[in-house]
């Protein structure tokens, strides 16, 4: 599993979340870093959701930039995707997680992304962003449960988890995934960073993260496995 991967519960790039992430970047020891927002999952408004990422980004004293790729046929154009090894943080933002997930399957920005964690980049995702980066990802209204892309290994996500019950929650998820799969219910503002074997919660909510039908609450400032 590559070390170096940030997931966040949703509300990115709004006040409250400074803290959130300059901790994401204090932890991974970058200085000034270079921070790529790619608003894939932002179907309706991408445009928006990249200068959002951007100009917040940048008044975290970050170098930001944007790329705009929207659909599976643009996650395939060599041309688009070059700028992606410029990147300390490669950033998706929240949105569709379908959308995301069809467009990333199988494409060239994949393997891109695969090829710059293993060189030390930081990849980052919220919300949906965050869904599709688990081995298991729970659709949106159907509740159905599908592959992700399996970059968080034996990891799946519940964004926008501060209002759920956390006894309710473990009881539907008994026979959803396989039993090694931890899923972690992630409060908006707030964030499971990985280094090592340990995941850091940052941010104002709680992490709530589930398996074989129990579960723990972690506070900013947690560590867990």
């Known amino acids: 599993m590559p070390t170096n991967i940030a997931l966040a519960g949703g509300e990115e790039f709004r006040a409250g979340c400074e ?9 991974y020891g970058l200085n000034a870093p270079r921070v790529l927002i790619i608003p894939t999952a932002a ?13 917040y980004f940048e008044r975290l004293g970050t170098d930001a930039f944007d790329l705009m790729i929207l ?3 643009d996650a ?17 933002t929240g949105g569709n997680p379908d959308h995301l997930l069809d ?3 199988g494409t060239i920005l994949l393997k891109s992304i695969q090829l710059a964690l293993k060189n030390g980049a930081v990849l980052a995702g919220s919300s949906a962003g965050a869904m599709v980066l688990g081995t298991f990802m729970r659709r ?6 599908v592959k992700g892309l399996g970059i968080a290994n034996n990891i799946a996500v519940l964004p926008h988890h501060e209002n759920s019950d956390p006894e309710k929650t473990a009881d539907d998820l008994k026979s959803a995934v396989p ?5 972690l219910g992630i409060d908006a503002k707030t964030a499971c960073v990985k280094n090592s074997n340990e995941w850091l919660v940052t ?23």
């Open 19 to 27: 803290a959130m992430d300059l901790e994401m970047i204090r932890h």
């Open 43 to 55: 179907d309706t408004a991408p445009n928006r959701a990249a200068k959002n990422g951007v100009d």
């Open 71 to 73: 659909n599976k046929s």
């Open 76 to 92: 395939n154009d060599n041309e688009l995707i070059h700028g992606i090894h410029e990147a300390d943080i490669i950033y998706f």
């Open 103 to 105: 467009s990333l399957n």
């Open 140 to 145: 949106p209204g159907l509740g159905e449960w």
């Open 179 to 183: 039993q090694n799969i931890t899923i």
């Open 203 to 225: 941010g104002t909510g709680n992490v709530t993260a589930y398996k074989n039908g129990l579960w723990n609450i972690y506070k900013s400032g947690d560590s867990f496995i």
